[in-house]
């Protein structure tokens, strides 16, 4: 199995943020990856996040625009697609319109293919475990709600093939204090417990990481909207 993947694209009407985010050039990386993808026969695969970002005097329907136009560039390589939401994802649209027009599904939820199980995670919570679309977006205060954490553990223990985990914020504690999930100590324990995870893909950390904590690997995927070369991966399973 191959599963084609690509994180922080962070695409709206903008040439550059801030001297380091290019987000008209994630969208061609974006199509770029997308041939390599279709050419490669990847059997799925996923955005980790951060699809879209924004500049100042953006609207609501501004952002639904950039997210329409990233999905129809997605869409037209007619490849099994799941999107990995981020915290830039929540900035002027709810969950709800996320999935109802966007037609984006919203995890958690796990999909099943080929004899593995892949877990999408949900980490757009603060310290009470409000979603940002309703608290307010903070990058540095990520946390799993405990609906999730029990989601996880259920889904863990019923499986009956290897699992892979992804979410945008980071589990692994070897990048960036302020990336890391507050309660992902908590959440690695129970991967490790369950032993039956195979992998865990993030995104968030634009330098990307690659580490291996209780045998188990974390990928964490540079951004597209910075990295020197296109760094979308496809992953052999």
């Given at each position: 199995m191959?599963?084609?993947?690509?994180?922080?694209t962070h695409?709206?009407?903008c040439?550059?943020?801030?001297?380091?985010?290019?987000?008209?050039?994630?969208y061609?990386?974006?199509?770029?990856?997308?041939?390599i993808?279709?050419?490669?026969?990847?059997?799925?695969?996923?955005?980790?996040?951060?699809m879209t970002?924004?500049?100042k005097?953006?609207?609501?329907?501004?952002?639904?625009?950039?997210?329409e136009?990233?999905?129809s560039l997605i869409?037209?390589?007619?490849?099994?697609?799941?999107?990995v939401?981020?915290?830039?994802?929540?900035?002027?649209?709810?969950?709800?319109?996320?999935?109802?027009e966007?037609g984006l599904?919203?995890?958690?939820?796990?999909?099943?293919?080929?004899?593995?199980?892949?877990?999408?995670?949900?980490a757009?919570?603060?310290?009470?475990y409000r979603?940002?679309?309703e608290a307010?977006?903070?990058w540095?205060?990520?946390?799993?709600?405990?609906?999730q954490?029990?989601?996880l553990k259920?889904?863990?223990?019923?499986a009956?093939?290897?699992?892979?985990?992804?979410?945008?914020?980071?589990?692994d504690?070897?990048t960036?204090?302020?990336h890391?999930?507050?309660?992902?100590?908590?959440?690695?324990?129970?991967?490790k417990?369950?032993?039956k995870v195979?992998?865990?893909?993030?995104?968030h950390?634009?330098?990307?990481?690659?580490?291996?904590?209780d045998e188990?690997?974390y990928?964490?995927?540079?951004?597209?909207?910075?990295?020197?070369?296109?760094?979308?991966?496809?992953?052999e399973i």
């Amino acid at each position: 199995m191959k599963i084609g993947l690509f994180s922080d694209t962070h695409y709206c009407n903008c040439e550059t943020i801030g001297g380091i985010r290019n987000p008209s050039l994630a969208y061609e990386r974006t199509r770029d990856a997308l041939e390599i993808f279709k050419k490669e026969n990847v059997d799925l695969c996923f955005c980790l996040g951060d699809m879209t970002d924004h500049v100042k005097g953006d609207t609501k329907e501004d952002i639904k625009g950039y997210f329409e136009k990233m999905l129809s560039l997605i869409k037209s390589y007619n490849l099994p697609f799941y999107s990995v939401p981020g915290n830039h994802d929540y900035l002027m649209l709810t969950r709800e319109e996320i999935e109802r027009e966007l037609g984006l599904k919203t995890p958690p939820y796990t999909v099943e293919y080929q004899g593995i199980s892949f877990i999408i995670l949900d980490a757009n919570y603060r310290f009470d475990y409000r979603c940002f679309d309703e608290a307010g977006v903070e990058w540095t205060d990520s946390n799993l709600p405990p609906f999730q954490v029990e989601y996880l553990k259920n889904q863990l223990y019923k499986a009956t093939s290897p699992v892979i985990v992804l979410v945008h914020e980071n589990l692994d504690p070897n990048t960036d204090e302020n990336h890391i999930i507050k309660n992902a100590t908590e959440i690695r324990k129970i991967i490790k417990a369950s032993g039956k995870v195979k992998m865990v893909i993030q995104g968030h950390y634009h330098s990307g990481k690659s580490s291996i904590i209780d045998e188990i690997p974390y990928i964490t995927l540079s951004a597209m909207c910075e990295a020197k070369e296109n760094p979308y991966k496809i992953i052999e399973i």
